[in-house]
Nanobody, 120 residues
Framework: QEELVESGGGLVQAGGSLRLSCVTS????????MVWFRQAPGKDREFVAG????????YYTDPVKGRFTISRDNAKNTVYLQMHSLKPEDTAVYYC?????????????WGQGTQVTVSS
């Protein structure tokens, strides 16, 4: 079972920043697209950002465009999500996944996630 370990969450005031990390095990990380999802209380899990294996293709959900940046370090098997100008509506548990799909239903295994709480 490939492991996914998210970290970097915390409590931040609106307008603040956080940097999330996701370390994954498994082979051929540099060939694997990675995506970030989030799940707010009482809501469905939703796509946030994705990046291709090389980093050459990046895509975001509209609410985070211009505020969040996804990146990766293939030497460290790690994908990052830099979040700026955080809003209370960004409060959620954030998860990473190995893959390119923006549909959370296509993934079977989930890590523990990392909690992001943005206070107003």
């Amino acid at each position: 079972q490939e492991e996914l370990v998210e970290s970097g969450g915390g409590l931040v005031q609106a307008g603040g920043s956080l940097r999330l990390s996701c370390v994954t095990s498994g082979r051929a990380f540099s060939e694997q697209a990675m995506v970030w999802f989030r799940q707010a209380p009482g809501k469905d899990r939703e796509f946030v950002a994705g990046i291709s294996g090389s980093g050459g293709s990046i895509y975001y959900t509209d609410p985070v465009k211009g505020r969040f940046t996804i990146s990766r370090d293939n030497a460290k098997n790690t994908v990052y999500l830099q979040m700026h100008s955080l809003k209370p509506e960004d409060t959620a548990v954030y998860y990473c996944q190995r893959g390119a799909s923006v549909d959370p239903a296509e993934y079977d295994y989930w890590g523990q996630g990392t909690q992001v709480t943005v206070s107003s």
